[in-house]
């Protein structure tokens, strides 16, 4: 099936530093979305990317998607510490036989040094 | 609306017990999904289910593992007999593709540790 790789694996920075984590795909890719973990959570829905060089914020978070659809960025400004957690690409492939799934990268883990 | 709803949140077993993960998906939601998570291997889709019919069940591991949806509102994932490489973090996952809201919204998970 389809398969991602993130990076960073880890990411330890300073309150206020920036942080960016990467997705990366071999194929082109339809769509991308991304999740937040926060530590003992469960993932939650950030946002869908669907357009050749498409970008969307949300308040500190950038999501970019490639203009050749084929990596993906997700970027936060001055990080604080309620930005904690893994973050995960999430990318949905047709896998045969009508079905289509969304196959999770290995995500990046954010710790923030307060 | 109270979101996914697994139960139960926690669970320890002895080995070659039974164990059945239940799951409640958002009201008008027709796909649901279950989820694995271990450091190792990370998210791994196990089956998904569309108008309460398995669509895709390729991720079982084998066939010590079973899933059932009998009716929209819920959803069974069993294990028989359990060993101790079961042990994980299991998610529900429920969505709905008529809307515009393309998130999949994961319940908060049953922690299964089999000792």
């Known amino acids: 099936g389809q398969q991602v790789m993130q990076i960073p694996q880890y990411q330890h920075v300073q309150e206020g530093e920036d942080f960016t984590t990467y997705c990366n795909s071999s194929?082109?890719?339809?769509?991308i979305q991304w999740y937040k973990q926060r530590p003992g959570g469960h993932p939650v829905f950030l946002i869908q990317?669907?357009?050749?060089?498409e970008v969307k914020k949300q308040k500190r978070l950038t999501f970019q998607f490639g203009e050749a659809k084929k990596n993906s960025s997700l970027h936060i400004t001055a990080t604080q510490t309620t930005d904690v957690g893994t973050y995960f690409c999430a990318v949905t492939a047709y896998s045969g036989a009508g079905s289509y799934q969304l196959t999770f990268g290995k995500g990046t883990k954010l710790s923030v040094i307060p | 609306d109270a979101g996914v709803i697994q139960s139960p949140r926690h669970e320890v077993t002895e080995m070659g017990q039974e164990v059945t993960l239940r799951c409640k998906p958002i009201?008008?939601?027709?796909?649901l999904f279950w989820y694995r998570q271990t450091m190792m291997r990370g998210l791994e889709l196990l089956i998904y289910f569309n108008n309460n019919v398995p669509i895709d069940d390729s991720g079982m591991p084998e066939d010590r593992f079973s899933a059932k949806m009998p009716n929209a509102s819920f959803s069974t994932l069993k294990i028989q007999p359990s060993e101790p490489r079961d042990s994980a973090v299991y998610f529900c996952?429920?969505?709905?593709?008529?809307?515009?809201?393309?998130?999949?919204?994961f319940g908060s998970g049953t922690r299964l540790t089999v000792v």
């Open positions: 990317l669907v357009k050749s060089g």
């Open positions: 009201s008008g939601h027709d796909y």
């Open positions: 996952a429920s969505r709905s593709f008529r809307t515009a809201n393309y998130g999949y919204t």
């Open positions: 194929t082109t890719l339809s769509n």
